[in-house]
């Protein structure tokens, strides 16, 4: 409240970052285990895709390498 009155926006990655900052150790936080999960899955699915796009480059390149 003290931040809203202030006349400034509380982002939701400002508010994730306090919590994370001030939250006591016994607090548990929910969920925990599946966002992991799910945050790994989108990161690996991001590096498969660029992979992919840098296997693509080095296909093409190669072919006009050879004419």
């Keep these: 409240m003290q931040y809203h009155q202030a006349g400034k ?5 400002y508010f994730a970052m306090w919590y994370l900052t001030y939250k006591s150790e016994d607090m548990p936080i929910p969920y925990i285990k599946q966002n992991i999960t799910n945050k790994l899955v989108q990161l690996a699915q991001y590096n498969n895709r660029e992979f992919k796009k840098l296997l693509r480059e080095e296909a093409d390149t190669s072919i006009v390498m050879a004419d």
């Design 9 to 13: 926006t509380l982002s939701a990655n």
